[in-house]
């Protein structure tokens, strides 16, 4: 599989010198740097590895076209929408398997149509589910990150995301739980 330049990529949507820049690159990689870890702890194999570190580091890039004006995001779309933007953006990069992550990193392992249309949630109304390993992988780092600046770098305790995680219904609590068993 050939190498993708991430920071290439992050560069050409997201410009070097912004707030947006400066609250990306710090947030993609401590989630990528656990992930990695954590496929490490499972003995994934380096290629898999290597499409973690980059997915990883692109998973949030639809970021740039919401509106969140505390993390530099001047755009127009509500913050939900960064998964389906930066979906856009990497089918876009002709990275479709990279794309997917940005999809469904959301949440516990992403979303489910019923789940959509029951939180009322400006989204395709479809599952956005993770499917393989390093989507799951992924998609739990997420959990233990914020972008808010002043929590950036702080790698959230295992108490803060249950409680989180509790908030988002019993199907993503249950699966967070397997995780947990399964990845720490
Ligand atoms: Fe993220």
Not at 16 to 28: D, E, G, N, Q
Not at 120 to 145: G, H, N, V, W
Request: aromatic content about 8%.
């Amino acid at each position: 599989m050939q190498k993708v330049d991430y920071f290439k990529i992050i560069q050409n949507h997201i410009p070097v010198y912004s707030l947006a820049y400066r609250i990306y690159v710090p947030h993609v990689t401590l989630v990528t740097a656990k992930a990695i870890k954590i496929a490490k702890k499972l003995k994934l194999k380096p290629e898999q590895i290597r499409f973690i570190e980059e997915a990883g580091m692109l998973h949030d890039i639809g970021i740039i076209k919401v509106k969140s004006i505390k993390i530099g995001c001047l755009g127009e779309l509500p913050y939900i929408q960064h998964i389906i933007e930066g979906r856009k953006i990497l089918e876009a990069e002709g990275l479709p398997l990279h794309a997917k992550i940005a999809e469904n990193h959301i949440g516990v392992g992403g979303l489910t149509k019923d789940e959509i249309i029951k939180n009322k949630l400006l989204l395709p109304q479809r599952d956005m589910l993770c499917e393989t390993i390093e989507e799951k992988i992924i998609s739990y780092a997420d959990l233990f990150y914020s972008k808010n600046p002043k929590r950036l770098f702080m790698e959230k305790s295992i108490k803060v995301v249950k409680a989180k995680v509790k908030g988002l219904g019993d199907r993503q609590q249950k699966l967070f739980d397997k995780w947990y068993k399964q990845f720490e």
